[in-house]
């Protein structure tokens, strides 16, 4: 794919004096999706629209900070980011507006949408149980209530509560199983942890390689980058069943910024995104499932098998995060 110039007055600093905004063919996005992960998407419309994405990439936490700071006078069009808990906190602070858009609609579920139409899931991550087969056999494996049985105690590694990861996995937890029994399973994890938490998802699993521990949760993407990288990854992962609650999804998303300046050109790019070329994109450079139900996984990602996901809205993971927080915060999961 060719290359494009980044906007570097925007990446150059907060100020709003570096903040230009673009002729009619270009947009600028605000991505909380690094720039290796999200540039082949901005390359590939460029080349078929002729219209340049301008970007900067940060934290969300930043750049809603920024979306903030700016007001009207914001050159960005569209915010991508992950996890519908970051996606939720940028409507609740008005930093999107609603788009009517048939096209969404259709091609993206409603459940991994926001019911005000602020914001649209553009690619879907699972969050699941990775272990050792060698060390556990899949038929003690049940969901992730279950990782707080006795069995597992000292056997279990978890990324720190810190990440929106796992503040949405304990917020939907929550909204299927309520807060007093959630509290009780979180508890119940920290028991049974190997070792301290881990800042990362490929730190844990590298972890379980290392026989640290034997099993953990991770997002499923970084199971695939790993696997990428290690053929013969000596690990695997465990999609709990719907009648054991299923496997938590999240997404990342985008939507069109409160002060677009060029509005409907950026309906038409989150459109495009939610169509077949870029969600083929997100598939296979992300290692992620498409949004869009009509496009197949990567063969690689498709190699772990089908799962049903969790029933619960995406939406519950924003709801009920500083619940969530709150709760692990309890539990003295860290």
């Not at 995104?273 to 009509?294: G, H, I, K, R, Y």
């Amino acid at each position: 794919m060719k290359t494009h110039s980044v906007f570097l007055g925007l990446v150059a600093g907060l100020s709003l004096a570096a903040c230009t905004p673009p002729a009619d063919s270009s947009l600028v996005v605000y991505s909380a999706r690094s720039e290796q992960l999200i540039k082949p998407v901005f390359d590939l419309y460029e080349q078929e629209t002729g219209i340049r994405i301008d970007f900067v990439t940060d934290k969300a936490e930043v750049l809603m900070q920024r979306l903030i700071a700016e007001g009207k006078n914001s050159p960005a069009d569209l915010l991508i980011t992950v996890d519908a808990g970051n996606l939720w906190h940028a409507a609740g602070q008005g930093l999107f507006q609603p788009v009517a858009s048939s096209v969404l609609e259709a091609n993206i579920p409603a459940h991994l949408r926001d019911t005000g139409k602020q914001w649209f899931g553009i690619s879907v991550r699972a969050r699941t149980i990775v272990y050792d087969p060698a060390a556990v056999s899949r038929d003690e494996l049940v969901n992730y209530f279950d990782l707080a049985k006795p069995k597992w105690k000292g056997r279990l590694c978890l990324r720190t509560s810190k990440k929106v990861y796992n503040q949405s996995l304990v917020a939907m937890l929550i909204a299927q199983h309520g807060e007093q029994e959630t509290e009780a399973v979180v508890r119940s994890w920290v028991d049974n942890l190997a070792t301290d938490v881990f800042p990362d998802d490929t730190r844990l699993m590298k972890a379980i390689l290392a026989g640290q521990c034997q099993l953990g949760v991770v997002n499923s993407y970084y199971f695939g980058r790993l696997q990428k990288a290690q053929p013969d990854l000596r690990l695997a992962l465990f999609w709990p069943a719907a009648s054991d609650g299923g496997v938590h999804v999240n997404v990342a998303g985008a939507g069109v910024t409160r002060f677009a300046p060029h509005r409907e050109q950026a309906i038409a790019f989150l459109e495009w995104l939610s169509q077949p070329t870029a969600q083929a994109v997100f598939a296979s450079v992300d290692m992620e499932f498409p949004a869009n139900p009509a496009i197949d996984p990567d063969p690689l990602v498709a190699a772990w098998g089908a799962f049903e996901a969790s029933p619960v809205d995406v939406v519950s993971a924003g709801e009920l995060q500083a619940d969530a927080v709150r709760l692990m915060d309890r539990a003295g999961y860290h």
